[in-house]
């Protein structure tokens, strides 16, 4: 996996393109906190916010298939 970051990496600055959120994991739809998570309909709403009030922080993919759907927020998707 690292040498295909270092290949898109070494491709991206060879060729001038920039790459700004190639390396990024934000989806535009997870939830990280409970005002997110209201934005959703009743059942993932529930759900969504029993995941991001975990003592451990957690964030809420509603895209995601149901049982992954709650991730540990560690910075990645």
């Known amino acids: 996996m ?14 001038g393109i920039a790459i700004p959120h ?11 906190i409970i005002a997110h998570c209201q934005r959703l309909p009743n059942p993932e709403r529930q759900a969504c916010t029993q995941c991001v ?3 451990l ?3 809420y993919h509603p895209d ?3 049982g992954a759907r ?4 560690n910075g990645k998707p």
């Open 64 to 66: 995601y298939p149901p």
């Open 2 to 15: 690292n040498k295909l970051y270092g290949a898109l990496l070494v491709t991206a600055l060879a060729t």
């Open 53 to 55: 009030t975990r003592p």
């Open 70 to 73: 709650c991730r540990p927020d």
């Open 22 to 32: 190639a390396f990024s994991h934000s989806t535009g739809r997870e939830s990280r």
């Open 57 to 59: 922080k957690h964030h």
